[in-house]
């Protein structure tokens, strides 16, 4: 199953190949038209003493020459001294009559000869533009004849295909999901003997469509299902059938198609498939593009092949909203199968597996980091392991440890800790007690997320971050949900409780406490002045769809909403002030423990809440925050 089959791929390189030779022959034709150019004058070249015109007469005039050669009419002057040596000369191109009588009067032996010349030198300016031209036009013709060839395979799918031969994914690869593994063995026994389906009269489901949030396997367990199943795996993305040419999704989808018909049994696989599975009609100038196009020719052919066939359609999607009713309709994707996040044993299988090709000390609780990442997906916990391992590697460690594995979920959950930022003194100060008052608010309500760990060290995007472990849940009560608003409050109040001004470090705070106060109101109905009613809930994820649609609420409602959202915000920070007011010996413990470690946990912060048992000899200094008057002279009011 893991080893791609020769479809299109064969030819793709052939192709290459015919191009490669085409650029490979124009240098070739350029070596050839160089050699003939180098290689007559390598081996012509002269090995004999250069010396002037004057100097070769001073040697005529002692007596040291014994012949000498002259070339007509270039000036060129060969000679040949009586100890053997050979010079060469530039002279006139004439010589004088005296000098030819000196050399006479030596009784010096005297040549003449013509200029030789290279005929195909002297033929090369005149035939080197035709080569040229003609060398151009036959590279054109090639690099034509391959642009065509790759126009005429455009409507040919691009799906992978994965045959049988070396299956590289079956359940056991797929860690935990026994639900999801148990919806789609149907399909498996299906793919395995049809027949047994067809004597009873029984349809096998055309379509499944896996539905789940991204990085939680859908791929892999599609992947999965043809391994055990041993058929062959045709995987596309939904991305593959869009192009610049119209009706090429179309086509690709027809051939997409018919190399599963060929194949007999086969899994066709889209990854993506909201890219071309959107609700036709939607956007605008009308419904009739590229992208529709291809929709309506993949419904014709889901239409088109029977369910004896032995073609099952998998599909993966994140968005099953969007989708459009018909690619859903009964005969098409008749299963719906989610996937959704690994609960604690799947988080713990996963990690398990995750583990098996690195070292890792056997002291390692993976049930216990399995606890500590709820809401993470499969992909997340690959790349916790992966960081982990990164971060043995950096601390010099042959092996990972339960150490590495709490640095890579701090950096996974609160960000890359920022070594750059240098905060004053103020800040440092304002940072403990904003994230203080994060912490102890959390401590303290019953429903809030338990703390993890608190820390002022300048992390990810935040000058200091209060990190929650939320317990898993999986619906959410009205008291959860206020006390996470008091939560986000917590660093703000605590802020103005103890320096009577705010800063902009709260406003990712007010960002989220906002939309979860709206959604409160406006979707949950958890306000008893709006009632049971769900507002602005129709999903319009279209631009077109956004244009003509209008609100559904008046503007009367719409007030009253917005008078909601602000009253349960108002509620909760009021909450939260009068815990910090009534615990502000805990906020500045808690405070102080921050600027002297920097980082604490949450066990920690809960130790730091009851009043300490011994009195202190100057309770004037007590519970007085560090550095509280140099703050006052910040000019705030």
Known sequence: MASEAQGPEPQSNERRRGTGWSRWSVWVLVALVLASVAVPGLLNRDDSTEIDYSGLIDQVTDGRINSIVVTNGTGSIEAEAIDGTTYSSKGPVELPETDLQLIRDRNIDVQFRAESSNPFLNLLPILLPFVLIIGLFWWMQRRAQGQMSGIMSIGRSKARTYTTERPDAGFDDVAGYKGVKQEITEVVDFLKAPERFAAVGARIPKGVLLVGPPGTGKTLIARAVAGEAGVPFLSVTGSDFMEMFVGVGASRVRDLFQTARKLGRAIIFIDEIDSIGRKRGAGLGGG?????????????????????????????????????????????????????????????????????????????????????????????????????????????????????????????????????????????????????????????????????????????????????????????????????????????????????????????????????????????????RVGPMAWGTNNQVFLGEDLVSGRDYSDETARVIDEEVERILRTQETRARQALIEHRGALDRVAAALLERETIAGEEVAKLIPEPTEIDDNPESADVPPNSASLDQSGSD
Request: proline share 4%; aromatic share 4%; hydrophobic share 40%.
């Open 288 to 528: 009739h593009d590229e992208r529709e196009q291809t929709l309506n020719q993949m419904l014709a052919e889901m239409d088109g092949f029977e369910a004896t066939e032995g073609i099952v359609m998998m599909a993966a999607t994140n968005r099953p909203d969007i989708l459009d009713p018909a690619l859903l309709r009964p005969g098409r994707f008749d299963r719906q199968v989610v996937v959704p996040l690994p609960e604690f044993e799947e988080r713990a299988a996963i990690l398990r597996v995750h583990v098996q090709d690195k070292e890792v000390d056997e002291s390692i609780d993976l049930d216990t980091l399995a606890k500590g990442t709820p809401g993470m997906s499969g992909a997340d916990l690959a790349n916790l392991v992966n960081e982990a391992a990164l971060h043995a590697v950096r601390s010099d460690r042959e092996s990972i440890s339960q150490a590495d594995f709490e640095a890579a979920r701090d950096r996974v959950l609160m960000g890359q800790r920022r070594e750059s930022v240098a905060m004053t003194d103020r800040e440092r100060e304002v940072t403990a007690y904003h994230e203080g008052g994060h912490a102890l608010i959390a401590t303290l309500f019953a429903h809030a997320d338990p703390v993890h760990k608190v820390t002022i060290l300048p992390t990810g995007q935040a000058l200091g971050v209060t990190m929650q472990l939320p317990e898993e849940r999986h619906t959410y009560s009205q008291d959860y949900i206020e006390d996470r608003l008091a939560v986000l409050f917590g660093g703000r109040m605590a802020e103005d409780t103890v320096f009577g001004v705010t800063s902009t470090g709260a406003a990712n705070d007010l960002v989220q406490g906002t939309e979860l106060a709206r959604r409160m109101v406006a979707e949950w109905g958890m306000s008893d």
